[in-house]
């Protein structure tokens, strides 16, 4: 029996190398591919938006990170300054159902309106797929992909990891600056950074 062992263990583990292994999503990397529904039931996909700017932006309306920019109104004003633009923003919610954060679509249509969103459109991602493709693990966590799909930018939203309103006077507001260099046809300065908030409440 012991004969037969080596080419076990060589079968084995030529079926591992064999196996898809799904490359962690870095920036000057084509940013993972995806499909889901907004809050109106509409399918959209990331290669619908080929040839533009696009900022994902993952959430929870539970979360007091989340709510430390939407309260002031931070979050909606770095949206609706994205998309005059013309900027892509989608914002994404991974939690599953059960656990904090999750939305029926009804309930993201009335979130969207009554915070004042100005993100081009909610994406539903209750089973997880798509958040764990790109490794998102906060809300909020940033990502922008450029007009040719490539990730520029994966982070936070600024350099102040705290959920205290008072905060937002004087952070340095990183998809704001990435955004900026991009209008301005320049490398993205700071391209990663360490992203905060709650941790995303993904199916188990």
């Given amino acids: 029996m012991s004969i037969h062992r080596p080419f ?7 079926l591992i190398a064999a196996a898809p292994v799904l490359a962690a999503p870095a920036v000057g990397q084509l940013a993972p591919a995806f499909t889901a529904k907004d809050g109106e039931g509409k399918t959209r996909s990331l290669a619908e938006f080929k040839g533009k700017t696009v900022v ?3 959430t929870n309306a539970g979360c007091p990170y989340v709510q430390k920019h939407y309260g002031a109104g ?3 004003g770095l ?3 994205a998309v005059k633009d013309g900027v ?3 914002t994404l919610i991974s939690s599953a159902p059960g656990k904090q954060g999750y939305v029926s679509p009804a309930q993201a249509k009335t979130w969207k309106a009554t915070t004042g969103a100005g993100s081009t459109a909610l994406l ?3 089973g997880g797929q798509i958040g764990r493709a790109y490794e998102a693990k906060t809300t909020p966590h940033m990502y922008i992909v450029d007009k040719t799909g490539k990730l520029i930018y994966m982070g936070g939203v600024d350099d102040k990891p705290t959920a205290d309103h008072a905060s937002l006077k004087g952070a340095k507001n990183h998809v704001a600056a990435a955004l900026g260099d991009v209008k301005a046809g320049r490398p ?3 391209a990663v950074s360490r992203p905060y908030g709650c941790t995303i409440k993904y199916a188990e």
């Fill in 8 to 14: 076990a263990l060589a079968a084995a583990l030529t």
């Fill in 56 to 58: 994902l932006e993952w």
């Fill in 88 to 90: 892509v923003w989608l």
């Fill in 74 to 76: 931070n979050m909606q």
């Fill in 188 to 190: 993205v300065a700071t």
């Fill in 79 to 81: 949206q609706k300054d």
């Fill in 124 to 126: 539903l991602d209750p």
